[in-house]
């Protein structure tokens, strides 16, 4: 071996010894912080347990027993009916409405600035004083906006938040304080989208629309899917709206996976009851539900056939 | 080299202290006990040391004669439910500082607001220092019970008996096989009214009959008045109430865990009498509401009488509305033919020490000092609260919360026996809302829409 090859070689060690030695850190954060509970829990769904943290020894082999026991809960399909409705419902709405503003924030119109915080300022107050806004001051039915609205009119008050309407009354809600995160995305995405484009289209006598769904739809693909998979976790990890609107004890009407999660895992109100196996087993669920989105998005969002 | 030697001296030194720190919980608690151990001072583990007799003798004598032991060098690490901004966590913290004054013990107060439910028991697990900490009774007397210390003896040395209310006690004591913690702040469920209405009605009597509750509130609605307020949230916590006056807590619990609903005639029987009190229009306007709206009413339109709660509900109007309502309670009345109406919903929250504390009798009279006397009865009025020692009194606005607790033998627990069902209560709680709503036009109606959420 040439004296130069050693050195070399003698460097490259060094180095390596360097690299592991900053990388050891990261991996093993990594390692402990994430794919130690990700494991725990998956575990955990398989056995019988009171307490999150309980010694290892403690638990007691349950085979499917956590599984067959939420999805023959009344609550837990409840809570996935629920889920369900809002991420299809609610994301339709988020998302139509989120393009729609972005695209017209980024045609050019005036106090574009204004407007763009206006929308996403829901996102900055805290969910806790939204959703106490909506429904002291926007559902309340003797001096709530909307019933004030309905009577100046001449129309009869509406109970908004009876059992009937309670799930829809909070899903808008929801919406309205949704929709500006999901345009800053989409903003982001069109103003990528090169400006020469749209000159030649109107050069070639493309209205707005056309250009609409031929330029900026298709490429924005990729960042529909970005807002599908964010929108998707958001609808997975759904819980404050939900305690908000049945404050004291959940109802079935609001109820979604996530609550049911927390008072199977920490009990609730008049039932101190709790069953960290089933709650681990909820939690495998919604992950895969994350999981089957995210690559149905992939499969049929290819975001790489285009370039520009 | 040397800087890059000891870099890698630093990443692996901090690999070790993660590995370290993770390791299973049984290691961690010989960690931490060993460490705790270590700090401890030689003096205060000479004073710890010292005979229990001598302590308990101690105690026994401060509890006579109203002087507390000297605990210089002891420290107690307490973790609160509350935040130290709220009432509550105020008067704790003066009962803290003025302890530490009297004793020379040291108090570390940890604020972990109502969260502490969800960490708590992972903190316990590992054998983290905490002497003492609250929580609700039902969760001290099931779900912590195994790391709580026994204080049955240091109770009974100290006249604690004569300082509670024994349906919390009780509870407790039943509950857990011994007495596992020291209810605090407790709770009484009942019909809480205001005064003033009924005076104006010329009702003189409160009513202990569902006949006089009946005749009440039309004299109310002949008189203006709008008799009951109710949020949906509570809606079963009403129902529930009327129920166990058909039926009691034991048959409620059973019909929510297996169902049979409409096979009862005293269901029938409850919904039934539940329809008709709606039809004759005794809910307040807008009932039911969505929380607080329709309790709001009771302070801002001063048309509203009553509303079945808990007492904390007097506070929560008195503060969302920015009135003094003349608050009177009563227990919820007597259904003929029903089951022992003397019971009231009663719960508490409650301090447990750990099992493993080092200054076991230290907290417990922190806890005395807390529940009992001049801290106890601060405590009720700062935080508008029921004493935990019934010598204590009431603020104004709790009139007659005292005489119910001491009149509860066997209290409800919330919901009296329906959130036994933890899979279906959401779904049942649902069915009661919409009985109030008007949904079910007839008792059989209701229980059948019960039923077929099995």
């Known amino acids: 071996m040439p004296p130069f090859l050693s050195e070399e070689v003698k460097k490259m060690k060094k180095n390596k010894a360097m690299i592991v030695g900053f990388i050891l850190p990261c991996a093993l954060t990594l390692l402990v912080m994430y794919l130690y509970p990700v494991l725990r829990t998956i575990l955990m769904s398989f056995f019988a347990i009171d307490s999150v943290t309980a010694d290892v020894g403690t638990w007691s082999f349950n085979g499917f027993g956590n599984y067959a026991r939420i999805f023959g809960s009344a609550t837990f399909l409840t809570s996935l009916s629920n889920m369900l409705k809002i991420w299809l419902v609610g994301g339709i709405l988020v998302l139509t409405i989120a393009l729609l503003f972005a695209v ?7 106090f574009k600035k204004f407007f763009r915080a206006a929308i996403y300022l829901p996102n900055v107050i805290s969910a ?25 009119v001449g129309l009869e008050g509406v109970k908004w938040l009876g059992t009937d309407t309670k799930f829809w009354a909070m899903l808008a809600a929801f919406v309205f304080g949704a929709v500006g995160y999901y345009m800053l995305i989409f903003i ?6 090169p400006q020469d484009l749209y000159e030649a289209a109107t050069i070639d006598g493309a209205n707005k629309f056309h250009q609409f769904f031929r330029i900026t739809l298709p490429l924005l693909k990729g960042i529909i899917k970005t807002n599908l998979t964010f929108w998707s ?76 | 080299m040397k800087k890059k030697l000891i870099s890698l001296l630093l990443v692996s ?84 500082d003025a302890f530490s004054e009297q004793t020379g013990a040291k108090i570390n107060i940890e604020w972990k607001g109502r969260d502490i439910k969800t960490i708590v028991m992972a903190a316990l697990e590992s054998g983290e220092k905490i002497d003492m900490f609250e929580d609700s009774d039902s969760n001290m007397a099931t779900v912590y019970k195994d790391y709580l210390y026994d204080l049955t003896d240091m109770a009974a040395a100290a006249d604690y008996e004569n300082h509670s209310f024994k349906c919390l006690t009780d509870y407790l004591v039943n509950k857990a096989g011994f007495l596992c913690a020291i209810p605090e702040q407790p709770q009484v469920g009942g019909v809480f009214y205001n005064k003033d209405i009924f005076e104006a009605c010329g009702i003189t009597e409160v009513p202990a009959t569902w006949e006089d509750y009946l005749a009440a509130c039309q004299t109310m609605v002949d008189n203006g008045y709008q008799p009951l307020a109710l949020d949906s949230t509570y809606a079963d916590f009403l129902f529930t109430y009327h129920l166990d006056r058909v039926i009691g807590t034991e048959a409620i619990s059973d019909l929510a865990v297996n169902g049979g609903w409409s096979e009862n005639e005293g269901v029938i029987q409850a919904a039934q009498q539940q329809i008709d009190f709606i039809n004759a229009g005794y809910l307040a306007d807008g009932a039911p509401d969505e929380y607080p709206a329709s309790q709001n009413k009771i ?30 309670m009563f227990n919820y009345p007597e259904v003929e033919g029903g089951v022992d109406p003397s ?46 020692d019934p010598s204590n009194t009431a603020p104004a606005m709790l009139d007659g919360t005292i005489e119910t607790l001491q009149a509860t033998v066997n ?44």
């Open chain 1, 104 to 110: 017209i924030l980024t045609s050019g119109i005036r």
């Open chain 1, 128 to 152: 806790v004083a939204l959703a106490t806004m909506w429904i002291q001051y926007i559902y309340n039915q003797d001096y709530g906006l909307l019933n004030s609205m309905l009577e100046m």
């Open chain 1, 188 to 193: 982001s995405g069109i103003e990528r989208i």
């Open chain 1, 233 to 308: 976790i958001n609808t997975i990890t759904f819980f404050l709206w939900s305690k908000m609107f049945s404050p004291i004890s959940s109802e079935a009407s609001t109820i979604v996976p996530v609550v049911y999660l927390y008072d199977t895992v920490f009990g609730s109100t008049g039932n101190a009851e709790r069953d960290a196996g089933a709650g681990a087993a909820v939690g495998v669920v919604l992950a895969i539900f994350v999981g089957i989105i995210y690559l149905i998005t992939s499969k049929f969002l290819k975001d790489d056939d285009l370039e520009f």
């Open chain 2, 13 to 96: 030194a901090m690999a070790t202290t993660m590995i370290a720190g993770c390791g299973s919980s049984t290691e961690t608690t010989t960690e931490s006990a060993a460490s705790t151990t270590a700090e401890t001072t030689a003096e205060s583990t000479a004073e710890t040391t010292a005979s229990t007799t001598e302590e308990t003798t101690a105690d026994t004598a401060a509890a006579e004669t109203g002087e507390l032991p000297d605990y210089s060098g002891v420290e107690l690490t307490y973790w609160s439910m509350w935040n130290s901004a709220e009432p509550q966590g105020q008067v704790l913290q003066e009962a803290a």
């Open chain 2, 299 to 328: 302070g801002l339109t001063g048309e509203v009488a009553m509303v079945v709660c808990a007492n904390y509900v007097a506070s929560e109007v008195n503060n969302n509305t920015g009135t003094e309502v003349n608050w009177g």
């Open chain 2, 343 to 388: 019971n009231a919903y009663a719960g508490s929250n409650a301090i447990g020490i750990t099992s493993y504390s080092e200054n076991p009798q230290a907290a417990f009279d922190f806890a005395m000092f807390l529940t009992t006397g001049e801290y106890d009865q601060k405590m009720a009025d700062t935080a508008s609260q029921i004493p935990a």
């Open chain 2, 411 to 454: 209290p409800l627990t919330w919901n009296a026996g329906l959130n036994d069902n933890a899979d279906l209560k959401t779904s049942l709680k649902d069915v009661i809302i919409g009985l109030y709503e008007g949904r079910y036009a007839t008792g059989e109606e209701f229980a059948a829409a019960m039923d077929a959420l099995y």
